[in-house]
C-alpha cells in the first residue's frame, strides 16, 4: 500500500517551454500533497504544500507564477513548470499524505528528472 | 520546525549492524520522528516511523530515549543493497499531514 507515482519520470526540454509533471497516489487518498526538489548531491527542498480543493502553500523563495501547482482531486497533483529555463533542470518529488490507516506519513513518488537545454 | 543533525558518511561492512544517530534538540510535543531511505535519482522511502521508546519493523528498528532529543535507527546486518542516504526527519502532525524539513543525510556506504 502506500504507493505514490509520477509521470514522466524525465523529461528534456527547449529553454522558455512550459512542462507538466502528474503526481498520483494510487492506493490511497491523499488529501495533502508536496511538491520538492532536489539538485545532485543536495538534500531535498520542499517547494509548496497542496490540499485537495485550495491554492497551495508556497515557501519562501518559490516563485508561485512559475511553479503552478493544481490539486483537483484526492488522488493527483500537478507542477508546472512555465517558462523553464536552464536553472531549473533539477530532481522533483513528490510526496503524498493523508487517508485513513495511513497516519501523517508523507509516501514519496520516483521523482522526475526535469532538463532545460 | 525541529531542526535536525546526523553525521555526514557512515561505512559498514556488510552484515554489520549500522546504527546511525539524530539529533533533534528542539523537537515538540506533537513531533513524530521519521527515517527514510534514498537510493540516487529515486525519491526517499518511508523506513520507520515512531514518537518514543522503541519502534520495530521489517527492516529496522528507532530507538527513542525519553528526552526524545534524539533518536538511533538501527539496520540489522546490513547488505550491499542497503548503501543509501539516510534522512531523519522531525515534524508536526497537523491539519491531517506532518510537514517535514529535510536535514543533510547521511549517506551509508556498505563496503564488501
Known amino acids: 500500500g502506500a504507493v505514490v507515482s509520477q509521470h514522466p519520470s524525465r523529461v528534456i526540454c527547449k529553454s522558455g517551454t512550459s512542462v507538466k509533471i502528474e503526481c498520483r497516489s494510487l492506493?490511497?487518498?491523499?488529501?495533502?500533497m508536496f511538491w520538492y526538489r532536489q539538485f545532485p548531491k543536495q538534500s531535498l527542498m520542499l517547494m509548496a504544500t497542496s490540499n485537495e480543493g485550495s491554492k497551495a502553500t508556497y515557501e519562501q523563495g518559490v516563485e508561485k507564477d512559475k511553479f503552478l501547482i493544481n490539486h483537483a482531486s484526492l488522488t493527483l497533483s500537478t507542477l508546472t513548470v512555465t517558462s523553464a529555463h536552464p536553472e531549473d533542470s533539477s530532481f522533483y518529488i513528490c510526496?503524498?499524505?493523508?487517508?485513513?490507516?495511513?497516519?501523517?506519513?508523507?509516501?514519496f513518488g520516483p521523482g522526475t528528472r526535469l532538463t532545460v537545454l | 520546525l525541529a531542526k535536525t543533525t546526523q553525521p555526514i558518511s557512515m561505512d559498514s561492512y556488510e552484515g554489520q549492524e549500522v546504527n546511525i544517530t539524530c539529533s533533534h534538540n528542539?523537537?515538540?510535543?506533537?513531533?513524530?520522528i521519521t527515517w527514510y531511505q534514498q537510493f540516487p535519482s529515486q525519491g526517499p522511502r518511508f523506513i520507520i516511523q515512531?514518537?518514543?521508546t522503541k519502534v520495530t519493523n521489517e527492516v529496522a528498528s528507532l530507538f527513542i530515549p525519553a528526552d526524545r532529543k534524539s533518536s538511533t535507527l538501527s539496520l540489522p546486518r546490513v547488505s550491499l543493497s542497503d548503501t543509501a542516504v539516510y534522512y531523519c526527519l522531525v515534524g508536526v502532525s497537523s491539519g491531517g499531514y506532518q510537514k517535514v524539513t529535510f536535514g543533510t543525510g547521511t549517506k551509508l556506504q556498505v563496503i564488501p
Open positions: 528542539n523537537i515538540a510535543t506533537n513531533d513524530y
Open positions: 492506493d490511497f487518498q491523499a488529501t495533502t
Open positions: 515512531g514518537y518514543k
Open positions: 510526496s503524498a499524505s493523508g487517508g485513513s490507516g495511513y497516519t501523517d506519513t508523507q509516501y
